[in-house]
């Protein structure tokens, strides 16, 4: 079980994080994404962190504006989001996957989903 906490309310260029408890299953086994999913639109990937090594990768839409990082010891993944824009405004969601690299912006790709966390940016 995966639970997304941290979202809420700020204004546009602030700051959130976001955080991501794990239960029954170690972020050792698996790679812990963040995706999101905005009204009216499908689910998208924003960004990963490799199981092995620990390694990055952004959706272009986020890249040097997101930082995702984890707590192996703690179980609890982050998302650390500066400079907000309006268009960041989503259900963020906490996810795992043991997929191929090249799967890892697919949310098919992605199981054991918690409940997501509703991020909003105003103007």
């Known amino acids: 079980q995966l639970q997304a906490y941290g979202g809420g309310l700020v204004q546009a260029g602030g700051s959130l994080r976001l955080s991501c408890a794990a239960s029954g299953r170690t972020f050792y086994d698996y790679d812990v994404g963040w995706l999101r999913q905005a009204p009216g639109k499908e689910r998208e990937f924003v960004a990963v962190?490799?199981?092995?090594?620990?390694?990055?990768y952004y959706a272009d839409s986020v890249k040097g504006r997101f930082t995702i990082s984890k707590d192996n010891a703690k179980n609890t993944a982050y998302l650390q989001m500066n400079s907000l824009k309006l268009e960041d405004t989503a259900v963020y969601f906490c996810a795992l996957t043991r997929t191929v690299l090249s799967g890892i912006r697919r949310p098919d790709q992605y199981t054991s989903w918690g409940q997501g966390t509703q991020v909003t940016v105003s103007s």
């Open positions: 962190i490799r199981r092995s090594g620990g390694r990055t």
